[in-house]
């Protein structure tokens, strides 16, 4: 009787791991709002510990040329979400509370796709996707395909210990007690065991808040850097632990969860660090990158990228394809088996060839446009090896070898008319379709800040 049950057993067996790997895959897309592509200690620094991050790179892929796809934060998001460059999609600017620039209801974000699916869908931390937050003048993030939400207009309020500005699902929450990017994984975490059905594959995006100013740290990660006489340095290297700590507190509870093999998790930032890295507490590091946020130069968009999915991405690799926040969008929908939007552009592309070896081809080179950009690097361009970056007249233009000069500091304009020839038509023809296909009233209408004058002395 034993030996008639034995291949039955067997064939059940095999039978449930089949259905295990037939499972659909869930989504983490974690992302840091300043963090600046040398900040970890994965990456090159050599002060700040990351022992989360560090042991999560090891376990998957670290991407050398990962990119936002602006160097501000709300056009960066923006493109997460749906695979568009922002000029395109709309989100061409930061976004100042009230004002009328928000992530539209006619772009279609990952989330809503995903939902066709049968997954449930979740944003915990930062929003920054509209001007007017928690109102019904504007879109909020339900309106875009979450399920389950609790998030901030902009930053933390009135700094990352005991914010007192979330809102969650539409209800003003209140003062929290702690620290911002514990509090956001804390919620993350509690939808995740208590709130979603545990039937259904999920979408969980964890968008923090931190090393943004205002910073505030907890006094137990600042004392790792108590040789530090420098308040500034001991906030923001203490900030960087910070996330570090909430990220360890996530993975634990995908552990928990018995969800770490079956999840895609995306550790990334929106954009280079603050300030100049000198004073106060915007400490952030470039990694030797030139300039830093607000910029189009390496500085300013090149961030940390760290991809982890058990059996698809070979863990405690390094690899030097160049990639931006908008791929996001299409390797999700990819992993996912829904097709991208056939009506509209879509700038990103899936990278899972990458996970194999394999070359990415792009339809559309990486473009970047930032309206905070000086007005000699209004508009940039990679292809392969190359970067160009024009002013806004579209006249003057810097060209730069990436693979051998990551620092850029060597402009080959000059010496390479024809390199320049060929990566400036390929400028122009990007820029001309953002152009005609985004929203340009909105960018198009707004007058520029000016300074106050000075009085006169009498």
């Known amino acids: 009787m034993g030996r008639k049950l034995l291949p039955l057993l067997v064939g059940l067996a095999f039978a449930s791991l089949g259905q295990a790997k037939d499972k659909p895959t869930n989504f983490v897309v974690f992302l840091t709002d300043d963090l600046g592509w040398g900040d970890l200690a994965c990456y090159g620094h050599p002060v700040i510990q990351t022992p989360n991050l560090d042991k999560f790179a090891k376990q998957g892929m670290r991407f050398t040329q990962s990119y936002s796809a602006c160097g501000v934060c709300s056009p960066s998001r ?4 749906t695979g568009r460059t922002p000029y395109r999609n709309g989100v061409w600017r930061w976004i100042p509370g009230g004002h009328q620039v928000h992530l539209r209801t006619s772009e279609i974000t990952s989330a809503e796709l995903l939902k066709t699916k049968g997954y449930e869908t979740c944003h915990v931390g930062k929003w920054h996707l509209n001007g007017k937050f928690n109102s019904k003048d504007q879109p909020q993030p339900d309106a875009h395909g979450f399920d389950h939400w609790m998030a901030t207009q902009n930053n933390a309020a009135p700094d990352h210990r005991n914010p007192r500005n979330f809102v969650r699902n539409g209800k003003e929450v209140g003062e929290m007690i702690g620290f911002s990017a514990p509090l956001v994984v804390q919620e993350g975490v509690r939808w995740l065991k208590e709130k979603r059905d545990p039937k259904k594959p999920f979408f969980l995006n964890v968008w923090t808040h931190e090393p943004h100013l205002p910073i505030e740290s907890d006094p137990k990660f ?4 108590k040789e530090f006489e420098d308040e500034g340095i001991r906030q923001h290297h203490g900030n960087v632990t910070q996330i570090d700590h909430a990220f360890g507190n996530l993975m634990k509870a995908l552990d928990e969860l018995g969800e770490t093999e079956n999840t895609f998790v995306i550790f990334t930032s929106d954009n280079g660090p603050e300030g100049n890295g000198l004073k106060g507490r ?4 470039t990694g030797g990158l030139r300039e830093r946020k607000r910029s189009s130069h390496e500085g300013g968009i090149r961030v940390p990228g760290i991809i982890r999915w058990p059996d698809q991405v070979p863990p405690g690799t390094t690899n030097r394809t160049p990639i931006i926040g908008s791929d996001v969008f299409s390797t999700i929908l990819a992993i996912a088996d829904i097709p991208l939007p056939d009506d509209r552009t879509i700038d990103g592309i ?20 930032n309206h905070l950009a000086r007005a000699d690097i209004h508009v940039a361009l990679r292809d392969g090896e190359w970067k160009i970056l024009g002013n806004a ?3 003057k233009f810097q060209l730069y070898h990436i693979e051998k000069d990551w620092q850029e500091k060597f402009d080959l304009a000059s010496s390479n008319p024809k ?3 060929e990566l400036k038509e390929k400028l122009l023809r990007v820029h001309a379709q ?3 296909e985004g929203p340009s009233d909105w960018w198009k209408n707004e007058q520029p800040r000016r300074k106050p004058k000075k009085p006169k002395r009498k």
């Open 78 to 81: 923006s493109s997460i979400l």
């Open 222 to 225: 600042m004392e790792l850097y």
């Open 282 to 285: 915007t400490r952030g590091s």
């Open 350 to 369: 899936d990278i899972r060839p990458v996970f194999a070896a394999k070359e990415l081809k792009r339809p559309v080179p990486l473009y970047w446009r």
């Open 393 to 395: 007249s579209l006249d």
């Open 419 to 421: 390199e320049l020839a």
């Open 434 to 436: 953002v152009e005609k």
